[in-house]
């Protein structure tokens, strides 16, 4: 058991029998009543985000996540095959639990996978991944000083806004919390 007192962002708990990460947490002393903590919490099992209210001192259950690191495979129909990189076993998670995730991933790619007892319960990204331009507009001397941008499709099927001096072929540097362009590779 764990104070709400104690909350820090990326700490896991089980509330109502599911199991949520803390995105964002405020105390709140009223000047008349009882503290209380606000808290904005994320359900590792369906990505629902929810803004819970706790009193002050109330204990929670933590939740122990294990965060066991693998190579993303390959694609068979809805599921997707990833390796445990220490001892080949291999896991498959299906399309409806990994839809944001996917328009990062790229077979042969490094990724965590999030487990709770024998539970998966989905992929942690690294922060910044390196992904190809398939589909963008030709960039047009002198427009690089603009400051504009254009849509750019990349090799996932990602769309991101991007300067416009970027090309077809390129490689970018995209984060993954966001979707945005960070810079070129």
Same mark, same amino acid.
């Given at each position: 058991?764990?104070?709400?007192?104690?909350?820090?962002?990326?700490?896991?708990?089980?509330?109502?029998?599911?199991?949520?990460?803390?995105?964002?947490?405020?105390?709140?002393?009223?000047?008349?009543?009882?503290?209380?903590?606000?808290?904005?919490?994320?359900?590792?099992?369906?990505?629902?985000?929810?803004?819970?209210?706790?009193?002050?001192?109330?204990?929670?259950?933590?939740?122990?996540?294990?965060?066991?690191?693998?190579?993303?495979?390959?694609?068979?129909?809805? %599921?997707?095959?990833?390796?445990?990189? +220490?001892?080949?076993?291999? &896991? =498959?998670?299906?399309?409806?639990?990994? *839809?944001?995730?996917?328009?990062?991933?790229?077979e042969n790619m490094?990724?965590?996978?999030?487990?709770? %007892?024998?539970?998966?319960?989905?992929? +942690?990204?690294?922060?910044? &991944? =390196?992904l190809e331009v398939?589909?963008? *507009?030709?960039?047009?001397?002198?427009?690089?000083?603009?400051?504009?941008?254009?849509?750019?499709?990349?090799?996932?099927?990602?769309?991101?806004?991007?300067?416009?001096?970027?090309?077809?072929?390129?490689?970018?540097?995209?984060?993954?919390?966001?979707?945005?362009?960070?810079?070129?590779?």
């Open positions: 058991m764990i104070s709400v007192n104690d909350f820090r962002t990326g700490l896991t708990i089980e509330v109502d029998g599911s199991i949520w990460r803390v995105m964002d947490f405020q105390h709140v002393k009223p000047g008349k009543g009882a503290a209380f903590v606000r808290s904005k919490l994320r359900n590792l099992r369906n990505g629902a985000v929810q803004e819970k209210t706790f009193r002050a001192g109330e204990k929670v259950e933590k939740a122990q996540i294990d965060n066991r690191k693998m190579q993303y495979l390959y694609a068979s129909g809805d %599921q997707h095959v990833f390796m445990d990189m +220490e001892s080949y076993e291999q &896991v =498959e998670l299906p399309a409806s639990n990994l *839809e944001y995730e996917l328009k990062f991933l790229k490094e990724v965590h996978i999030l487990m709770y %007892q024998t539970e998966t319960l989905g992929v +942690e990204l690294p922060n910044t &991944v =390196e398939t589909e963008t *507009e030709p960039g047009i001397k002198g427009d690089t000083a603009s400051g504009g941008s254009k849509p750019a499709t990349m090799e996932t099927g990602l769309i991101v806004q991007v300067p416009f001096f970027i090309n077809q072929g390129d490689k970018l540097i995209i984060n993954t919390s966001e979707g945005t362009y960070v810079s070129r590779a």
